[in-house]
């Protein structure tokens, strides 16, 4: 019988910090523990941000491993997140906090590693596909500061490997006369468009500029802020603005549609909306065109037929993927 490890686990974004316990039990799913989220904007730092959590649970046992998930590449020592300006040495934090392992892994890596944990009441299915078949490889994306996308495959029962990409980075097609003044707004604004430029929170907010008439100042001064994405679903779900729901409905279906992208790229089986800004208007989004543009692929629109999608409704399937990530790390058994 394997007893349980207490491990500290994160998930940073570029907007908030998400810190938990996790109890590892090589033989069950991960239990998470006293889950708290901060704005980022409350910290100079991630290694204050982590003193200020683990100082807010102090009295549990002592933290000797961690894993924390960041929205950027993981590559090399040095760390910088794309969007914070929050930078650490992995080996500096390690020692800063007193670990004796840290496991740094992209958040998409994580929110991936979670989905085949997933419950099925953690879960809206958004398109069956079909009912039988490998549920891998599974495509993983996810709108929310910035838009993030990995893959995940499986080798054998329980054996799941992920992929992080960096796949919110590629040039963004449009379809049709609205998405292009859309592309030509933005372009305007930022030059080369990316399809994160659009599927964000802050891409919600550049579609309700551009669908208002706004002219695409480069400038970033305070009054050329844009309404909030939380503004915008708002309105959008009370019906309150238009516009707001013109945006969000424009916004499910070029989410649709890179959907669709992303599973042809991967040849997924399961395409799994994961974290982000999503899962606050999945009503929305199952009764959008977001269905009918993931299966507007021409010839291969069939193909799509069987890919299923779903819609993570887990409140944190990046810090479930973290601790699932740090348990199923490969570690040396003690000679005997």
Same mark, same amino acid.
């Given at each position: 019988?394997?007893?349980?490890?207490? $491990?500290?686990?994160?998930?940073?974004?570029?907007?908030?910090?998400?810190?938990?316990?996790?109890?590892?039990?090589?033989? &069950?799913?991960?239990?998470?523990?006293?889950?708290? &989220?901060?704005?980022?904007?409350?910290?100079?730092?991630?290694?204050?941000?982590?003193?200020?959590?683990?100082?807010?649970?102090?009295?549990?046992?002592?933290?000797?491993?961690?894993?924390?998930?960041?929205?950027?590449?993981?590559?090399?020592?040095?760390?910088?997140?794309?969007?914070?300006?929050?930078?650490?040495?992995?080996?500096?934090?390690?020692?800063?906090?007193?670990?004796?392992?840290?496991?740094?892994?992209?958040?998409?890596?994580?929110?991936?590693?979670?989905?085949?944990?997933?419950?099925?009441?953690? &879960?809206?299915?958004?398109?069956?596909?079909?009912?039988?078949?490998?549920?891998?490889?599974?495509?993983?994306? @996810?709108?929310?500061?910035?838009?993030?996308?990995?893959?995940?495959?499986?080798?054998?029962?329980?054996?799941?490997?992920?992929?992080?990409?960096?796949?919110?980075?590629?040039?963004?097609?449009?379809?049709?006369?609205?998405?292009?003044?859309?592309?030509?707004?933005?372009?305007?604004?930022?030059?080369?468009?990316?399809?994160?430029?659009?599927?964000?929170? @802050?891409?919600?907010?550049?579609?309700?500029?551009?669908?208002?008439?706004?002219?695409?100042?480069?400038?970033?001064?305070?009054?050329?802020?844009?309404?909030?994405?939380?503004?915008?679903?708002?309105?959008?779900?009370?019906?309150?603005?238009?516009?707001?729901?013109?945006?969000?409905?424009?916004?499910?279906?070029?989410?649709?549609?890179?959907?669709?992208?992303?599973?042809?790229?991967?040849?997924?089986?399961? $395409?799994?909306?994961?974290?982000?800004?999503?899962?606050?208007?999945?009503?929305?989004?199952?009764?959008?065109?977001?269905?009918?543009?993931?299966?507007?692929? @021409?010839?291969?629109?069939?193909?799509?037929?069987?890919?299923?999608?779903?819609? $993570?409704?887990?409140?944190?399937?990046?810090?479930?993927?973290?601790?699932?990530?740090?348990?199923? $790390? &490969?570690?040396?058994?003690?000679?005997?």
């Amino acid at each position: 019988m394997h007893a349980t490890e207490l $491990v500290l686990v994160a998930d940073i974004g570029g907007t908030n910090a998400r810190f938990a316990l996790a109890d590892l039990d090589h033989g &069950k799913r991960p239990k998470l523990h006293d889950e708290q &989220k901060f704005s980022a904007d409350q910290f100079a730092s991630l290694q204050h941000a982590a003193r200020h959590y683990l100082a807010s649970v102090n009295g549990r046992a002592r933290i000797s491993r961690a894993a924390i998930a960041v929205a950027c590449p993981v590559t090399g020592d040095e760390i910088r997140l794309t969007n914070r300006a929050w930078s650490f040495s992995r080996r500096e934090l390690k020692q800063e906090l007193g670990l004796e392992e840290l496991l740094v892994i992209n958040d998409f890596g994580a929110a991936a590693r979670s989905i085949p944990a997933l419950r099925d009441d953690e &879960k809206l299915i958004l398109h069956h596909g079909a009912h039988s078949g490998p549920l891998a490889p599974i495509s993983v994306i @996810g709108p929310g500061t910035g838009m993030g996308v990995a893959l995940i495959t499986q080798f054998e029962i329980d054996n799941w490997h992920v992929i992080e990409t960096e796949g919110g980075h590629v040039s963004y097609a449009p379809q049709g006369s609205e998405e292009q003044m859309i592309h030509d707004w933005l372009a305007a604004r930022h030059g080369r468009v990316s399809v994160e430029r659009v599927l964000s929170g @802050g891409g919600l907010g550049r579609i309700h500029a551009a669908l208002s008439g706004r002219e695409p100042s480069k400038a970033q001064t305070p009054n050329d802020s844009l309404l909030s994405p939380a503004d915008i679903v708002t309105q959008a779900l009370e019906g309150e603005d238009v516009v707001s729901r013109r945006a969000l409905a424009r916004f499910c279906a070029v989410l649709g549609s890179f959907a669709g992208d992303c599973a042809l790229i991967h040849g997924a089986r399961t $395409v799994a909306i994961a974290g982000g800004i999503a899962p606050r208007f999945g009503s929305f989004l199952n009764s959008s065109a977001f269905i009918e543009r993931f299966l507007d692929k @021409g010839r291969f629109a069939a193909w799509l037929e069987v890919v299923r999608v779903v819609l $993570v409704t887990h409140p944190e399937p990046g810090l479930l993927g973290a601790a699932l990530a740090l348990r199923d $790390v &490969k570690r040396p058994v003690p000679a005997t």
